[in-house]
């Protein structure tokens, strides 16, 4: 299969809806790869800033896809070994949303960021939520701009947090596709990790 090359900035909004890298819609390049790789022994890696599924001939998992590929699975032939490929490419997808990427596709498939140091790093708290840097809430996050203000900014009991790296973050998504929110831009920072607690 020829491979393709597209960069572009990320914007993803739902599994169903178009994955769109600058003007071109991914999601269908993605299937075809999922067409290709059915039956075949494959593997997959997500990391920070990148996503790749290929085939793997020392793999022991199959790759599956049901209900018309909402469902895509790498499966052991002989025992129970499951590995939800949707799930771990949606992670990717969400925490690559709004910054430039790379995306190869032909035999396999591969996102990554193309922007790993132009971009605001963030970092956990205790929970899976972020902690947005002292004094940024409208500099990075926009509060109180309409349109402009990201998404994924939360007011809790702690202050403002970014979902941005958390499972809220597709909530956030589908609310953003639906037009439920005030807010209407898909910020474009990273993650960054977990700060070590000070002893």
């Not at 067409?35 to 800033?49: A, F, V």
């Not at 499966?75 to 992670?91: C, G, I, K, Q, W």
């Not at 990273?190 to 000070?198: C, E, L, S, V, Y």
Request: proline residues 3%; glycine residues 8%; charged residues 25%.
């Amino acid at each position: 299969m020829t491979m393709k090359s597209i960069t572009g900035k990320l914007r993803y909004l739902t599994w169903e809806e178009p994955w769109m890298v600058g003007d071109v819609n991914v999601r269908p390049e993605f299937m075809s790869v999922i067409t290709s790789l059915e039956g075949s022994t494959t593997s997959q890696k997500l990391l920070r800033d990148s996503y790749s599924l290929r085939a793997d001939p020392d793999s022991e998992q199959v790759l599956k896809q049901e209900n018309g590929g909402s469902t895509i699975l790498m499966d052991h032939p002989t025992r129970f070994s499951l590995t939800n490929v949707r799930a771990y490419l949606e992670d990717s997808l969400t925490w690559l949303n709004g910054r430039k990427v790379s995306v190869k596709t032909g035999d396999d498939f591969r996102i990554e960021s193309s922007s790993v140091d132009e971009t605001q790093k963030m970092y956990y708290t205790h929970s899976n939520s972020c902690t947005i840097p002292e004094g940024m809430e409208n500099s990075l996050c926009g509060i109180g701009n309409g349109k402009e203000t990201c998404v994924f900014i939360t007011l809790g009991k702690d202050g403002f947090l970014c979902e941005k790296f958390s499972s809220t973050a597709r909530t956030l998504l589908l609310r953003l596709s639906e037009g439920s929110l005030n807010a209407g831009r898909i910020g474009d920072c990273q993650i960054a990790g977990r700060k070590a607690k000070q002893l």
